[in-house]
């Protein structure tokens, strides 16, 4: 099989990527290689569909610029394709007055990365969400909700309607070798032939770029993120969305209350070490994995100094009385018989080997100065 490019990983990120490349390159040949037989099975599948804004990130980034950039190319592509979504807004919550401080640092980066917020008071708080908790809050009316499933198969389905193209499902990479004039991925069906790999494998990057040649500069630990879904009697008690003020120390936005497209509203989530990068119920368990992240040295200096934080997250986990007072926080009338279990999610943690929780996009790239495919000079100067 021969194509020009491959792209290895079947999510959001793989799938707007190889849009993306198809558009842009439509003399180009591509292929999306997916382990799993249906698309967007894992973080893109698990998560809480929210069209976020950009407010959190350090203005300059590159998750600031992508997320300011990619929010704004999801909403014409939903407009364009009739992928239901809805810009609902949110609001973050500064619980007390000790909070206030962090809650205008995060106004400030919104300012910075030109997002459409303000600071409302607790009566406008209330205007907006009637049962929450608060002394002062950012509206962020910009931010929306979206299912991401839907416009993943709405994107494979695009991409496919070109016959040069292919999605591969049920393909696992288990090999790269490079050549001379492009590299051969082997899968467990067949071997590939191509110019150029993007990988955008998510919980297997790391593995994806050793396998590349490559030494990833972080290694990814599973983190999973743990739901409860609010009961129809209770959503009247959540209008949109509802997160607190962050820990600025940590890469996570601690439980909040999320209304889905569908209606629903989920609450959470917290982060616990997952026991496995796959592994999403609670008794789940992949020693391979498990081992990996236990015996890297990042990992270890990263829970030598968040072991506190990393307790309390798992006593939420186990302890539903103690997962429902950290949302009481936000929204007081919650009741434990609001609540039933939702699926999980896992995020893909970059931490690197110092015990830092990467808070931007590390991109590697190996074959800086061959040809492009577009011009004479070295590669990255019109297809990074």
């Known amino acids: 099989m021969k194509v020009d490019i491959c792209i290895i990983g079947g999510g959001i990120v793989g799938l707007a990527t190889a849009y993306q490349v198809s558009q842009k390159y439509p003399n180009l040949s591509l292929a999306v290689i997916e382990k799993e037989s249906s698309l967007a099975k894992h973080q893109t599948g ?42 609902c807004g949110k609001i973050i919550v500064a619980l007390n007055e000790e909070e206030i401080p962090r809650m ?14 303000k600071i409302i008071s607790r009566e406008e708080m209330l205007e907006i969400e009637p049962h929450v908790a608060g002394v002062q809050a950012i509206h962020v009316p910009e931010c929306g909700i979206v299912n991401y499933k839907q416009v ?18 049920g393909y696992t990479v288990i090999g790269m070798q490079s050549r001379t004039d492009g590299l051969i991925i082997t899968t467990n069906e067949a071997e590939i032939e ?13 593995r994806i770029t050793r396998l590349g040649g490559q030494k ?30 962050p820990d600025p120390a940590f890469p996570f936005l601690g439980v909040h209350f999320t ?38 040295l990042g990992f270890q200096k990263m829970a030598m100094k968040h072991w506190k934080m990393g307790w309390g997250e798992m006593w939420r986990s186990y302890n539903k009385g103690a997962f429902v ?36 996009f590390l991109i590697e790239d190996n074959e800086a100065d061959h040809q492009c495919l577009q011009c004479p000079l070295p590669c990255r100067h019109c297809f990074p």
Do not use: W
Request: glycine letters at 8%; a neutral charge.
């Open 194 to 206: 191509c110019k150029h790999v993007i990988n955008c494998a998510g919980l297997h990057s790391d």
């Open 259 to 296: 209304r889905m497209i569908d209606g629903s509203v989920e609450c959470g989530p917290n982060a616990v070490l997952a026991l496995g990068r796959e592994a999403y119920g609670k008794f789940d368990l992949n020693l391979r994995d498990l081992f990996e992240s236990l015996t890297y």
């Open 104 to 117: 205008l640092n995060i106004f400030q980066r919104g300012q910075e990365n030109g997002i459409d917020c």
């Open 46 to 87: 698990h998560n809480s569909g929210v069209l976020h804004t950009g407010i959190y990130y350090k203005p300059g980034s590159l998750k600031a610029v992508n997320c300011r950039n990619g929010k704004k190319a999801m909403e014409a592509f939903c407009k364009e394709q009739g992928i239901e979504h809805e810009l």
């Open 216 to 245: 990833p500069p972080a290694k990814i630990i599973p983190f999973k993120g743990e739901y409860y879904e609010l009961e129809k009697q209770a959503r009247h008690l959540c209008n949109n969305l509802i997160y607190p003020v």
């Open 152 to 169: 993943c198969l709405r994107l494979g389905e695009l991409i496919a309607t070109k016959e040069e193209n292919k999605l591969l499902l």
């Open 325 to 360: 007072k950290a949302l009481q926080k936000l929204i007081p009338e919650i009741d434990p018989k609001h609540l039933t279990s939702a699926p999980a999610g896992i995020r893909a943690q970059a931490v690197s080997p110092e015990g830092a929780m990467v808070d931007d």
